[in-house]
């Protein structure tokens, strides 16, 4: 290397040295300059009003800003940096949708970065938070570094937006006259969304009970627990709000005394506390209580409380229209002077119930009552008078109805009840004669007694008429028609059907005190022993004869008597006399034999039929076994109550047949499990025994399986010689018919077992 080369050289590398020099100047003028920009950065996000995150993409870890955290409630050392600090503040209902757009912004589908979203603060509630963010890239590689951002709380802005949105849609909803209910709900759902997580509701108040509302927000059952509790000093907060007519805000649902009793119905739903402002009208009265509710326990801070004053006036507003639309109502469709529906409301409901009716192919029936004579009482006693019999009137017939009948007053002294879901013609007949009954009745009106009484009207639908008009005019030509008949009396349209229904009116009434007066008789028929021939028992069957009507037959009055519910009488007295009389053949010397009862199903089925049995064995002292029970195979199918009866009676020892054989449903498979003693053959089958070989099989293995179970046999309504030989063949045991004996007297049957005791 040449002296000169070599001085080059140093140069060069002096030089360099002083490039380098440089370098490492410049480089440490960028670090501290870096570091202070770093310490600025950091000084921003300690002073800055926005709250800073700072997300690094490659460890995953998050910076949160002290602000960041104090926005949120929380200090500077509390809350973790990652990822899930975050998601886990943030609502769930906005989760996802935040995350997609951060994906999307990383993607650079969108830019610029920006989002709203609600983020639970320390003490509970929602905040409304908006979050900017930029990305930082690797210079070299322009891979993603970190994603920068600021959240800015516009809780604020987005309640007042949110609330002038809402408060337009209510206020238009008032304008519109929407449903009190619908508008309820949209004043809950407006202060549920200025304080997100709370939950409002709006109850009623009628007379002492608390009515839902309005809460959308809160589940259906904690609502109808609430529905229809009586408020008081100490019912929760909103029964004490309106109970007190003041305020009540009840920090811990949990341990506040007021909410003992009904905690349990709140506490499984989340609620923590519950803040309530009665809702008054424009004079202050109670109307109702809103009520706010958190899952926290909290008392209102001033915007809250603020909340709480307005959103009970906003309710109020509708709570006091409701009112009064429903007074209004009231006066158009009730009449003032009784208070029975109005002529309007009578109109309305009948045309609904016609459509109704019509569709669902019902029937129903309309009563047209006049009170008789009421011009006398208003020209002679005057019309305070007439005025107070209406009323009186009007109580009566509200009586005579039953629940779900429709009754108005169309004017003067008429009146219309409906009278729905009817089985028969004589439904309507019947709540006829209880306003007849009950109108009649003396009634003593300032200081005078008064007898009133009135003429009914009836027609069906859809039979006599099929539309308003129609069916009005069928009630009202029958109302002339119960005037001219006399007054004080119904008619129906179908006169027809007037003449049966006083008919069976009368039948009714005469039942009644025939059995109550035990005017009936028993007649027995003999019971054969196909074998020997002689007489080994007898079915004692019950007779009227009336003195107007005749002799009624015992499927009709037995029917009847079915029907007012006389059938426990009828039986204990035919139970009496039957073993009476059993007793008094036995006294006689007479052969025993058996006395067959006929019992009916609902009796049976009665709690107190086995006692009755077992004092009527006791009373008349006869042997068990020589009392038959017959029931029909209707009894037979049923529970598990009915094997217990069953079984108690074969435990007092009597006789238990099974009555009209065959014509049921019961099959021998449940025969199988009572104990019963005889199957009665029912007459059908025998009249045929002869003619039909189909008929004939059936007996025979009726016989034959009856048999197998161990029951004996009695054909029933043998009328002819054939018959019996056929059955003898078949090898049953016992029968009853005409061929032996009609059902006769007592005595008579003394005289068969007279002429058949052995000389
Ligand atoms: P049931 O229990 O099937 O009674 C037999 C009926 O058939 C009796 O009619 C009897 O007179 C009739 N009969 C008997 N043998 C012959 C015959 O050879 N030919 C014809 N044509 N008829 C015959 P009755 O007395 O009119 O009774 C009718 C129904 O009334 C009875 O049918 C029974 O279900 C009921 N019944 C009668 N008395 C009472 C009672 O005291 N209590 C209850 N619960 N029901 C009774
Ligand atoms: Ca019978
Ligand atoms: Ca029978």
Redesign the pocket.
């Known amino acids: 290397m040449t002296v000169d080369s070599k001085a080059q050289l140093l140069d060069e590398i002096s030089k360099l040295r002083a490039e380098l020099a440089s370098a490492q100047q410049i480089k440490e003028e960028q670090i501290a300059e870096l570091v202070k920009s770093e310490q600025r950065f950091a000084m921003a996000m300690r002073t800055a009003n926005d709250g800073l995150w700072d997300w690094d993409l490659q460890t995953d870890t998050v910076y949160y800003s002290p602000r960041w955290k104090s926005m949120l409630g929380y200090e500077e050392h509390e809350l973790g940096h990652q990822l899930d600090t975050w998601a886990t503040l943030v609502h769930p209902e906005d989760r996802d949708r935040v995350l997609q757009h951060v994906q999307d912004y990383l993607a650079g589908k969108t830019d610029p970065f920006e989002v709203e979203m609600r983020m639970r603060h320390k003490a509970g509630q929602y905040l409304f938070i908006r979050s900017r963010a930029f990305l930082v890239r690797c210079n070299a590689t322009n891979k993603p570094l970190r994603l920068i951002g600021t959240h800015v709380d516009i809780t604020h802005r987005k309640k007042a937006e949110i609330y002038d949105k809402q408060n337009t849609k209510i206020l238009e909803m008032i304008a519109k006259g929407n449903p009190a209910s619908e508008i309820y709900d949209e004043i809950a759902l407006l202060y549920e969304a200025r304080h997100p997580g709370m939950r409002c509701s709006m109850l009623e108040l009628e007379g002492d009970t608390l009515l839902h509302g309005g809460a959308p927000s809160l589940p259906k059952e904690y609502c109808d627990a609430v529905n229809g509790l009586k408020n008081g000093p100490e019912v929760g907060s909103c029964g004490t709000s309106t109970y007190t007519g003041k305020r009540v805000l009840v920090e811990n649902i949990d341990t506040d005394p007021k909410w003992a009793e009904i905690k349990h119905v709140a506490l499984p739903h989340g609620m923590r506390c519950c803040w309530s402002e009665p809702i008054k009208n424009s004079s202050g009265k109670v109307l109702g209580a809103f009520g706010m509710y958190y899952n926290h326990p909290a008392l209102p801070n001033e915007e809250e409380s603020n909340d709480l004053t307005s959103a009970a006036r906003l309710a109020g507003i509708i709570m006091e229209r409701e009112h009064n639309q429903k007074r209004i109502r009231d006066l158009a469709y009730t009449d003032e002077l009784t208070k029975l529906s109005s002529r309007a409301q009578f109109y309305l409901s009948l045309e609904r119930l016609i459509t109704e009716s019509a569709r669902s192919d019902r029937r129903f029936s309309l009563l047209y009552i006049d009170l008789d004579n009421f011009k006398n009482v208003n020209d002679s006693l005057g019309h305070d008078v007439g005025d107070l019999l209406l009323k009186e009137c009007a109580q009566r017939l509200q009586i005579a109805c039953r629940e779900g009948d429709f009754i108005a007053r169309l004017s003067g002294d008429e009146f219309c009840i409906i009278v729905n879901d009817v089985i028969d013609e004589y439904c309507a007949g019947k709540v006829a004669q209880r306003c007849l009954d009950l109108i009649s009745k003396p009634a003593v009106l300032a200081g005078r007694t008064l007898v009133p009484s009135c003429s009914i009207g009836i027609s069906h639908f859809p039979a006599d008429g099929d539309n308003l008009q129609a069916l009005l005019k069928a009630s009202d030509t029958a109302l002339y028609e119960a005037k001219d008949l006399g007054k004080n009396r119904y008619a129906f349209y179908d006169e027809e059907l007037t003449k049966r229904a006083e008919y069976r009116f009368k039948v009714e009434h005469y039942l009644r005190d025939a059995i109550e007066k035990q005017l009936l008789t028993l007649v027995y ?1 003999p019971q054969i022993d196909i074998e020997t021939g002689s007489i080994i028992g007898v ?4 007779r009227w004869y009336h003195p107007l009507l005749g002799h009624i ?3 009709e009055f ?1 029917e009847t008597a079915e029907r007012i519910g006389m059938i426990p009488q ?2 204990e007295w ?1 139970l009496y006399t039957a073993c009476k009389q059993a007793a008094s053949w036995r006294d006689a010397g007479l052969p025993p034999i058996r006395v067959a ?4 199903p609902s009796h049976f089925l009665d709690e107190g039929f086995v006692p009755l049995i077992a004092q009527v064995l006791q009373d008349t002292g006869i042997t068990p076994c020589q009392l038959e029970l ?1 029931v029909t195979e209707g009894v037979v199918q049923t529970n598990q109550r009915n094997l217990l009866t069953f079984k108690k009676l074969k435990e007092l020892g009597v006789t238990l047949a099974i ?2 054989f065959g014509t049921g449903y019961s099959s021998f498979a449940s025969l199988k499990h009572l104990n019963i003693d005889v199957l009665k053959i029912d ?1 059908y089958f025998i009249d045929d025994i002869l003619t039909d070989q189909k008929t004939h099989l059936l007996v025979s293995s009726m016989i034959e399986m009856g048999h197998n179970l161990g029951h004996k046999i009695i054909a ?4 002819t010689q054939a018959q019996l030989e056929i059955l003898e063949r078949l090898e049953c045991e016992i029968a ?3 061929y032996f004996s009609k ?1 006769v007297g007592a005595n008579e049957i003394s005289d068969l077992l007279n002429t058949s005791v052995p000389a």
Do not use: F, R
């Open positions: 028929q079915e004692a069957l019950s037959s015992p499927v037995i009828l039986t035919a009862v006929n019992i009916s017959e009555d009209d007459k029933e309504g043998v009328e009853q018919g005409y059902p």
